[in-house]
């Protein structure tokens, strides 16, 4: 699965933080979801306009993200 496929970000909307594509659900708020232990049919039938694969590529965004940062050693 390519994340760029459900995932977009237009300064037009939501001032260009990602979304998924054709909605205005941001991928943060998914991603906080998810975190606090929401199901992905939970988030189904909150948000009727996302799709499963919207939902994973959420995660595969935040996974790309994370793993091309830039992380300094504190030197303290």
């Known amino acids: 699965?390519?994340?760029?496929?459900?995932?977009?970000?237009?300064?037009a909307i939501l001032f260009?933080?990602?979304v998924?594509?054709?909605?205005?659900?941001?991928v943060d708020l998914i991603l906080e979801k998810l975190g606090t232990g929401?199901?992905?049919?939970?988030?189904?039938?909150a948000y009727p306009r996302a799709t499963?694969?919207?939902?994973?590529?959420c995660l595969l965004f935040a996974s790309?993200?994370?793993k091309n940062e830039i992380v300094y050693a504190n030197a303290g």
């Open 1 to 11: 699965m390519n994340w760029q496929d459900y995932i977009g970000s237009d300064p």
């Open 52 to 57: 499963k694969e919207a939902l994973y590529a």
């Open 64 to 66: 790309d993200t994370v």
């Open 20 to 26: 998924i594509k054709g909605t205005r659900i941001p």
């Open 16 to 18: 260009g933080k990602p």
């Open 38 to 45: 929401e199901t992905i049919e939970q988030l189904l039938n």
